[in-house]
T-cell receptor, first 112, second 117 residues
Framework: KNEVEQSPQNLTAQEGEFITINCSYSVGISALHWLQQHPGGGIVSLFMLSSGKKKHGRLIATINIQEKHSSLHITASHPRDSAVYICAVRNAGGTSYGKLTFGQGTILTVHP | EAGVTQFPSHSVIEKGQTVTLRCDPI?????LYWYRRVMGKEIKFLLHFVKESKQDESGMPNNRFLAERTGGTYSTLKVQPAELEDSGVYFC???????????????FGEGSWLTVV
């Protein structure tokens, strides 16, 4: 079992739908990242969280440290949101900021 | 401002050959990271440079992999000799230092796709 588990692995939605991607982890962490990768493209950092909630445009990320769980929400989804969304955590006490443990990713497809 | 750039974007080599991947971080970024995703698996951390020094190389799979960052600017990751299981996407990322500063964004490159046949 991976230290970072995402669900669902695949998600198909219609344009305009509200989308939630979940991430659970089994270790103590100091930060959690949500990343986005478009097909054939590089990885973009969407959020870095250590507590609470962050919002950027139509994207909202929340984290519950006690429950070791984070969610990424997309409101009013659009076909351009189609991408792989990756959750990654930095273990607590780690000395390397970028030493991340990654989830397997969630493939999101939004149809027009 | 240029982002993190990686070269080559795609490479196909035969088992036993050598491949060198290059990463140019964002100018001024002291921290440089290498990761890789092999087929069907999650991305894994390989190592971390602070300037020219290896801060953490705990993720390097074996001694066929050699990473360098001479002069603290660009980095190379050499695989010698390459094996079939080395096929995957190798990502490089960079961030500003020092790492104790909270909120440092990590910027990723587009990856180097390596196929060993």
């Amino acid at each position: 079992k991976n230290e970072v588990e995402q669900s669902p692995q695949n998600l198909t939605a219609q344009e305009g739908e509200f989308i939630t991607i979940n991430c659970s982890y089994s270790v103590g962490i100091s930060a959690l990242h949500w990343l986005q990768q478009h097909p054939g493209g590089g990885i973009v950092s969407l959020f870095m969280l250590s507590s609470g909630k962050k919002k950027h445009g139509r994207l909202i990320a929340t984290i519950n440290i006690q429950e070791k769980h984070s969610s990424l929400h997309i409101t009013a989804s659009h076909p351009r949101d189609s991408a792989v969304y990756i959750c990654a955590v930095r273990n607590a006490g780690g000395t390397s900021y970028g030493k991340l443990t990654f989830g397997q990713g969630t493939i999101l497809t939004v149809h027009p | 401002e240029a982002g993190v750039t990686q070269f080559p974007s795609h490479s196909v080599i035969e088992k036993g050959q050598t491949v060198t991947l290059r990463c140019d971080p964002i100018s001024g970024h002291d921290n440089l990271y290498w990761y890789r995703r092999v087929m069907g698996k999650e991305i894994k951390f390989l190592l971390h440079f602070v300037k020219e020094s290896k801060q953490d190389e705990s993720g390097m799979p074996n001694n066929r992999f050699l990473a360098e960052r001479t002069g603290g600017t660009y980095s190379t990751l050499k695989v010698q000799p390459a094996e079939l299981e080395d096929s995957g996407v190798y990502f490089c990322a960079s961030s500003q230092g020092p790492e104790k500063t909270s909120g440092n964004t990590i910027y990723f490159g587009e990856g180097s796709w390596l196929t060993v046949v």
